[in-house]
């Protein structure tokens, strides 16, 4: 095959993949907007048809993960615009899982499908999908343990952030009820901690197998890069919320407002460290990620 037989093959490859890629963002925007009519109506059909919009968009996003796994020859994980894809993939997965435990409770999915569509159009919008070899800060045998564990923390605080809100919401609108949907509204807060229960541990495998990597990789195993930093900001943050579940005039309004700062800080590790670093002019050895 000569070299312009095989590019013009990787651009027929690429330009499939973006038209996949577009309509997962197409069908996780109008799981979003099922979402929202679902919240204004409150209709239990709307509430079905949300899920099943999210598991139809699960099955081809896994697809799109597949392919790009196939015409990378590696992980799907390397470069922002993948991990923003991956990030998106993974919290949906996440989600349905936890929702197929319940019954007609589907108002998490709003907010779970409104991140992964605001995920996947800003990969789309603002990275190049160019596949690159893996430079050699990625070449260890950390990365892919690293990636997958953090992104599965991740997907696991987002399910808990768009649970947390839940049950801010429905405190708020059915405060008088016991019940919402057959389900105990103060429900939402013990799963949303359960959540963090699960996810803590993988955060903290994340930081330490981070830090085994940046050793392997740089020299030393801490050097207060803004990534890791914030990483440890986000820990710390997720350590406080735990700590006060166990404190009684805390666990209610102060546990959850601690929950979403935690959802916030893990943002800005995932994302605004790169923003931050690039307008302050902050060194950093993490910007083979943007």
Not at 16 to 43: C, D, P, Q, T
């Amino acid at each position: 095959m000569t070299a312009e037989e095989i590019l013009s093959r990787d651009a027929f490859l690429l330009g499939m993949e973006l038209r996949l890629f577009w309509l997962v963002a197409l069908l996780y925007a109008i799981s979003f907007l099922i979402g929202i009519s679902y919240l204004l109506s409150s209709r239990k059909a709307a509430g079905r048809f949300l899920t099943v919009s999210l598991w139809f968009t699960a099955i081809v996003h896994t697809l799109l993960i597949i392919f790009r796994t196939i015409e990378g020859q590696r992980p799907p994980f390397q470069t922002l615009y993948e991990t923003l894809s991956w990030f998106a993939w993974s919290a949906n997965i996440t989600y349905l899982f936890v929702q197929s435990r319940w019954k007609e409770i589907h108002f998490p999915g709003i907010f779970v499908s409104g991140i992964a569509m605001a995920a996947c159009l800003y990969s789309i919008f603002t990275r190049s999908p160019e596949i690159i070899p893996l430079p050699p800060a990625l070449q260890s045998p950390w990365y892919e343990a690293h990636v997958i564990i953090a992104f599965l923390a991740y997907a696991v605080f987002v399910v808990s952030f768009a649970v947390e809100l839940t049950h801010l919401i429905f405190e708020r609108t059915f405060r008088n009820n016991a019940l919402v949907f057959g389900f105990p509204f103060e429900g939402f807060h013990r799963y949303a901690h359960r959540l963090v229960l699960f996810g803590f541990p993988l955060m903290t495998f994340a930081v330490f197998s981070g830090a085994a990597w940046a050793n392997d990789a740089w020299g030393r195993y801490w050097s207060w890069d803004p990534k890791e930093t914030w990483s440890l900001i986000t820990w710390t943050v997720y350590a406080m919320y735990l700590h006060s579940r166990a404190i009684a005039r805390w666990r209610d309004n102060p546990a959850s407002f601690l929950n979403i700062l935690g959802f916030i800080c893990m943002i800005m590790t995932f994302l605004g460290v790169n923003w931050l670093a690039k307008l302050l002019n902050i060194p950093s050895m993490h910007t083979y990620g943007v």
